[in-house]
């Protein structure tokens, strides 16, 4: 994953990475400090860090939202941290 663009494939398999290893609780998951859930229906995913929600959408879309760029640094940098060591 790349800083200035984030491709979608990389943000779908943190987000299983993040449901397959991570611990359940209250109707998501966490792994490495980054939430991860889904809608009812399974279409639209979340990943949560802080005051950080990135929405992934159907059809390849996504949007962050998120209160400091701070957030947003340390949130690229925990996903390409997880996405490098995945196994």
């Known amino acids: 994953m790349k800083n200035s663009h984030i491709a979608q ?3 779908l398999h ?3 990475l993040i449901t397959m290893k991570g611990n359940k609780a ?3 998951y966490e792994y490495q400090g980054i939430k991860a859930w889904h809608d009812v229906d399974g279409y639209t995913c979340f990943l949560g ?3 950080l929600t990135l929405t992934l959408l159907f059809h390849g ?3 962050f ?3 400091e760029k701070e957030t947003f ?3 690229i940098s925990k996903l390409n941290k997880l996405l490098v060591h995945k196994v």
């Open 9 to 11: 494939v990389d943000l």
């Open 14 to 16: 943190a987000f299983n």
């Open 26 to 28: 209250n109707g998501h």
């Open 49 to 51: 860090y802080n005051d």
């Open 61 to 63: 879309r996504y949007t």
């Open 65 to 67: 939202d998120f209160k």
């Open 73 to 75: 640094d340390a949130f």
